[in-house]
């Protein structure tokens, strides 16, 4: 399976930006999916999930309100919409995948991971 993270980029704090994660390979479009992110000298942390049938999703406090995990399974992609956003959202952002359909905030659940894409937020 692989995964390949995009639309990063530099925004002004209070703007939005939208990363697709295209999932190739033997990807299951029952898969769990999740997006992660890690700022410089900081651990990776969790920011939404989202399951197989796209009917359950979960999010960390922090992005509660302001982003939105969907997937689209005809085309094996997921989408993490970050509206309002703040220079601590500042981060690379990772796409994760993990083999049972269930959501999942633990990183060590996930199977396979994409690349990541840079998200900067400029105060």
């Known amino acids: 399976v692989q995964l390949q993270a995009s639309g990063g980029g530099l925004v002004q704090a209070g703007g939005s930006l939208r990363l697709p994660c295209a999932a190739s390979?033997?990807?299951?479009?029952?898969?769990?999916m999740g997006w992660f992110r890690q700022a410089p000298g900081k651990e990776r942390e969790f920011v939404a999930g989202?399951?197989?049938?796209?009917?359950?999703?979960e999010y960390a406090d922090s992005v509660k309100g302001r982003f939105t995990i969907s997937r689209d399974n005809a085309k094996n992609t997921v989408y993490l919409q970050m509206n309002s956003l703040k220079p601590e959202d500042t981060a690379v952002y990772y796409c994760?995948?993990?083999?049972?359909?269930?959501?999942?905030?633990?990183?060590?659940?996930?199977?396979?991971w994409g690349q990541g894409t840079q998200v900067t937020v400029s105060s």
């Open positions: 994760a995948a993990r083999i049972y359909s269930t959501v999942s905030s633990d990183p060590q659940n996930f199977n396979y």
């Open positions: 390979g033997r990807a299951s479009r029952s898969y769990g």
């Open positions: 989202v399951s197989g049938s796209g009917a359950l999703k």
